[in-house]
C-alpha cells in the first residue's frame, strides 16, 4: 500500500510478483492484461470487461427494493437522484422507474448537471434543492446510494423541506457512518458486500491453483431495508389509516389481529380495508405480516440473536410457526436468509 489517491495505478506491478489480484478500475489494465495474473475486476462499468471475472450490484433487486419500500409507505409521488455518467446509478435509476411506473406513477430524475463548475456541490446543491421544492409532496426519493442520499436530505434543509414529512428519502449501502450521521438517519437498502467478497476471494483462489481463466460475475444482492428516521413516517392525510398504520407499528411484536386493528379506528373494518387497499396496495393483515417480517429481516441480518430468542420476542408459539411464517412470505428459510450477511 501506498499513500496515493483512488485515480492512481498501483506501482512496479510486475516486480511485485503477485499471485492474483482483486482491483478496482486501473488505467494500465491492459499492461495487467499482458502479465497474465489471476485478476477479478470491481469495476464502475462491469461492461467495458466483457471478458473477466467482475464484480457487480443487482441494480434490477435494489431498485425493486427501494420502490417497494416507498410505496409500502404510501408515496405516490416519487423522485431519483443520481449520477449522470456512473453505469451502475444509470441502472438502478431505469429499473426504479420501470417498478414505480408499474404501480401507474410517475418518477422524476434530478438532471444532474455536466458542467464540472455547476457539479461542485455548493452550485449543484442549489439545483436540487430547487428541483425538489418543485416535485409534488409529499414525496419519496431514491437516490443511487447513501452519499447521494445525504445531499438529498441536506438540500431539503435548502429548500425548508422536512424530511420525512415532505420528503422521504431512501439510500443504497446501508453505510452506518452516514446512514447515522445524515440529519436526518438515513434509511439505506443494505447489501451482502461481505459474502460477495468472500466469494470473490474464493473464486481467486480457484483461478490461482488451476492457472485457468474463469468469466462469472459475482454479483452483490440486497438482503433488507434499514429503515431509519428519513422514510419512518406513512404518507397520508387520512386520519384513520394513519391511527391504523401506527396501532401496527407500535404493537407487531404482539400477534396481533385485524379485529385489533380495526378497534384503534372509528370506522367499519370494510372501509378499513377499502382504505389500505386503495392507499397501500395491500390489506390490513398483510400490512401486519409486512412489518413483522421487515422486523425478522433486520435481526437476522444486524443482529446475533438466535432464531428462538427472535421467535420468542414476537410471540410465536414454536419454531415450527415463525419457519412456516418467514418461508411463506419471502421464499426462504430463516438460516438461508441469515447466510445472506456472511
Known sequence: MEPRDLQSDLPKLKDWNPDGIITRHLQSL?????????????????????????VKTDGESISRMASDHLISKGFCNCGFCGY???????????????????????????????????????????????????????????ACNDDRAQQVIEACKVAELRVPD?????????????????????????????????????????????KKKITEDIIIKP????IRYSTDIIATDDGELGKAISFIRQNFRHSIRVSDVVKATAISRRTLEQRFKEK???????????????????????????????????EFSSLEHISRYFHKETGKSLREFRKLKV
Open 280 to 314: 397501500l396496495n395491500r390489506s390490513i393483515n398483510s400490512e401486519i405480516r409486512h412489518i413483522r417480517i421487515e422486523h425478522i429481516c433486520s435481526l437476522l441480518v444486524e443482529t446475533d440473536l438466535s432464531i428462538s430468542e427472535i421467535a420468542y420476542g414476537l
Open 30 to 54: 491492459k499492461q495487467l492484461l499482458k502479465l497474465n495474473i489471476p485478476t477479478i475486476m470491481v469495476p464502475h462499468n462491469p461492461e467495458k470487461y466483457p471478458n473477466m471475472t467482475v
Open 84 to 142: 449522470y455518467d456512473l453505469p451502475w446509478s444509470i441502472e438502478r435509476q431505469k429499473y426504479f422507474k420501470e417498478f414505480i411506473g408499474r404501480k401507474k406513477y410517475s418518477v422524476s430524475n434530478f438532471i444532474q448537471p455536466k458542467s464540472p463548475s455547476l457539479r461542485k456541490w455548493e452550485k449543484e446543491q442549489v439545483l436540487m434543492a430547487e428541483w425538489l421544492r418543485n416535485l409534488p409532496k409529499p414525496v419519496g426519493i431514491m
Open 223 to 226: 438482503t433488507h431495508v434499514r
Open 166 to 210: 415532505d420528503v422521504g428519502v431512501i439510500g443504497v449501502d446501508n453505510d452506518d457512518l452516514i446512514c447515522d450521521l445524515c440529519d436526518h438517519p438515513l434509511t439505506s437498502i443494505a447489501l451482502n458486500v461481505e459474502k460477495a467478497g468472500y466469494e470473490a476471494a474464493e473464486l481467486l483462489h480457484k483461478m490461482m491453483n488451476t
